[in-house]
């Protein structure tokens, strides 16, 4: 049987013994002996006894020792601490700011409107389109109309030339219109179109024969192709620097 | 008081120097017992203990707000008692002298009862006793009078002393086999 170390009747003297080695200490006679002179050897060990300081003796450490130390810098207690000039740099500073971030604000206000007038403009775009569209498909049905004309129905006649005669006004707007946004292959089409309707809407009594002159002479078959081209033509396609359909009026 | 002391250093690092008084002045007297538990004498416990808040003044900035200023200033005093009592000037005054001799040593214990040469034999014994202390190395005997006269933990000792608290505990444990040694002659006659 392994009796106690004196480590471990240390550990026990001190209250931090295992609870083994408490046990055994209680079943073993000899390491009770043995402990018992361990702790008495241990107990005769008494303190000394520490000369006594009365309550002045605080005072009187901190008299000797107040001289030797150096106060710690004040720290800024908040804005407060702040001097009259570190609060009015601090208030240029903050002034400033404002300023160019209202500059900025504005800046950045102007750079942002531009896309907005394009964004405006493209719908206005896209009704001219279609207005142009509308404009192309009637003078198409004109031409038609124009090509396939009978003999003696002056009816039909009259009606040819008072629809002539509402086209010629819009495509002469029209015309110029491409004229100044350099569609040339848009301006020169219409330009065309713009003679036959004058021809026919202008034409006292529009007659077959005459028909038939403005047929010939004219080209209207010629001109109806051109029509169908600038009505195929897609808005992106076009040879200027902007659309034909879409063409500012 | 903890609350208090921590208020009382942010008024020092502040600014208040004054404010410091009331530091030194709630903890004086528990660092003064400590040093002079370990110095063995006024002369230097007083100078440990204006030594010890010197420094803790000097490293205030430094003080961690979880431990009380109290154990603070009370583990720089230790060391500043283990730096003193460890100087070789010091270590050498007090081991005049080669009494290894257990014969030369032996001495009678004093009863309880207060005849004049009992009296005489129980100064007899403290004077070994301090021997003996002043025998040890001076973690051993910082170690010892850490956890057996102060009754601090091994863990706070470790922490004081800088070491582990398997060194702490080995510490102490050389320091009481040593003590128990020298003073066994005193023992043989009880």
Known sequence: MKHLSEEEQLDIYYEEGSDAAKAHLKGCRECSSEYAKFKRSLDAITPEAVPQRGPEYGDFVWQALRPQLIPYEKKAAGWRGWSWWKTATAAAACLALVTAAFIGGRYWEQRKSQPEVAGIAQPQQRVVVVVLTDHLDRTERLLVQLNHAGPGDRAENAQLQSEARELLASNRLYRVSASKEGDPALAGALDRLERVLVEVANDPQLTTADLDRVRQDMNTSGILFEVRVLLARKPNQESGPESAKGVKI | ?190
């Open chain 2, 1 to 190: 008081m903890q609350g208090n002391d921590h208020s009382v250093v942010r008024a020092v690092l502040a600014g208040d120097k004054e404010a410091y008084g009331t530091l030194v002045r709630a903890h004086s007297a528990a660092v003064f017992r400590v040093a002079f538990r370990i110095a063995g004498n006024e002369a230097d416990a007083e100078e440990i203990v204006q030594e010890a808040f010197l420094r803790a003044y000097q490293r205030l900035e430094k003080f961690e707000q979880r431990s009380t200023f109290g154990t603070w200033v009370y583990r720089i005093a230790v060391n500043c008692a283990l730096n003193r009592v460890g100087e070789p000037g010091i270590e050498a005054e007090y081991r005049h002298g080669d009494e290894s001799d257990p014969e030369t040593k032996t001495v009678q214990v004093a009863t309880q009862d207060a005849d004049p040469e009992r009296v005489l034999l129980g100064r007899e014994v403290s004077a070994a006793q301090e021997m003996a202390m002043q025998r040890l190395t001076a973690t051993e005997k910082c170690a010892f009078v850490l956890r057996h006269l102060e009754e601090r933990s091994m863990g706070e000792i470790a922490e004081v002393l800088g070491v582990a608290p398997n060194a702490a505990k080995q510490a102490v444990f050389r320091a009481v086999q040593k003590l128990r040694r020298e003073l066994a002659p005193l023992r043989g006659n009880a």
